[in-house]
């Protein structure tokens, strides 16, 4: 199995410019954000009734995959993707407090990050890593959270 860091260490490839760098501190969260809403307002299937509407939907179902997926690679980056996700899901709760639908919301905030993504990478030169391989929609958010790692001295 691919090493976490080797992950990490090409999706470093194409995020060298200061800018794009910047971009993605912002855009890769907010990203993540409105995929889990989106993922929360798709309707469910009758057999998620059996676990109550906070943890019977689609967002939380790719949250235990995902999670899932970095623990099998680090459990310090999964500990630490599941308190940044718990804190998205807390958000999300508070989303729901908007007027119109929050799916909406999730919508606008999709679409306007990935179009500052791809602002990113043509400041960057060099094409988003999901294009070689989609599973780097996975390593974005966990590289960011792994700079903070290295910065506050912890391991990966």
Same mark, same amino acid.
């Not at 899901?89 to 729901?96: E, K, S």
């Not at 599973?135 to 792994?146: D, E, H, K, R, T």
């Given at each position: 199995m691919r090493s976490l860091q080797s992950w990490f260490d090409e999706y470093g490839e194409s995020h060298r410019h200061? #800018?794009?760098?910047a971009i993605h501190w912002v855009c890769v969260p907010a990203i993540m954000f409105a995929v889990l809403g989106l993922l929360f307002a798709l309707p469910r299937p009758a057999a998620f009734a059996l676990l109550g509407p906070r943890l019977g939907n689609w967002a939380m179902v790719a949250i235990v995959l995902a999670l899932g =997926?970095? $623990? @099998?690679?680090s459990w310090r980056i999964a500990l630490g993707m599941a308190a940044v996700t718990a804190a998205m #899901?807390? /958000?999300?709760?508070?989303?729901?407090l908007l007027p119109g639908r929050p799916w909406q919301w999730c919508m606008a905030v999709f679409v306007v990050a990935w179009v500052g993504q791809f602002v990113g990478h043509g400041i960057e030169g060099r094409k988003p890593s999901f294009l070689k391989d989609l $599973?780097?929609? @996975?390593? /974005?958010? $966990? =590289? @960011? @959270? /792994?700079k903070l790692y290295r910065r506050w001295g912890l391991a990966i």
């Open positions: 200061p #800018v794009n760098s =997926w970095y $623990a @099998l690679r #899901v807390a /958000g999300m709760h508070l989303l729901m $599973a780097f929609l @996975l390593i /974005g958010p $966990a =590289w @960011l @959270l /792994g």
